[in-house]
């Protein structure tokens, strides 16, 4: 089934990153400590990498798959990102391919563990879509821009439903309106 570039932004590229934030804001809205929820915040965490790798290998890979994707999305060129460069190698094995794990270092960089990066791939990636909107023919950058502005608003709702602060994946510091300032994540 062949897709214009419009329609595989709309279904499938739209469906991951829908995906990806709706995944990140469950994640931020329940801390470890709810202990009668740790394996919906477990399994939100392992559901935001997995959308989270995808785009990152959409947007950032140069193998023949992401290629062909962003052709048909009409980008020629892959983007940049430093989180995906860094992270690369541990959301593959630690978060996606049990045939390995067992046999990798734990996914530690610079004293920060995997599991703490959900909502900084979740901004990168935000981010990575608004360059992908003013990168791409009009026609695909329109459909990019109204489900991006779709997607946030939902999680927007969704962490107002959930009694979170305001949270917004769009704005550079989505929890910028947090109490406290930091994220109830640990830092390591």
């Given at each position: ?22 995944a990140?804001?469950l ?73 390995g ?19 900084m791939?979740?901004?990168?990636i ?6 992908l ?8 950058s329109a ?46």
């Amino acid at each position: 089934m062949a897709q214009d570039g419009p329609t595989f932004a709309r279904t499938h590229v739209a469906h991951a990153f829908n995906c990806m934030i709706g995944a990140a804001t469950l994640w931020v809205a329940n801390p470890p400590e709810s202990e009668s929820i740790w394996r919906l915040n477990w399994t939100a965490e392992y559901a935001a990498f997995a959308h989270q790798r995808a785009l990152y290998e959409l947007f950032c890979d140069d193998e023949t798959g992401a290629r062909r994707g962003r052709e048909l999305l009409g980008l020629d060129d892959s983007l940049g990102s430093d989180p995906w460069r860094i992270w690369r190698q541990h959301l593959n094995t630690a978060a996606l391919h049990l045939h390995g794990r067992w046999s990798e270092r734990d996914p530690v960089v610079d004293d920060e563990h995997l599991k703490n990066q959900v909502a900084m791939f979740a901004c990168d990636i935000v981010g990575l879509w608004s360059d992908l909107e003013s990168l791409t023919p009009a026609d695909v950058s329109a459909v990019l821009k109204r489900t991006r502005l779709a997607v946030i608003g939902q999680a927007r709702r969704a962490a107002d439903d959930l009694g979170l602060p305001p949270l917004d994946w769009s704005a550079p510091e989505p929890f910028a309106a947090w109490e406290g300032g930091p994220k109830w994540w640990p830092r390591s």
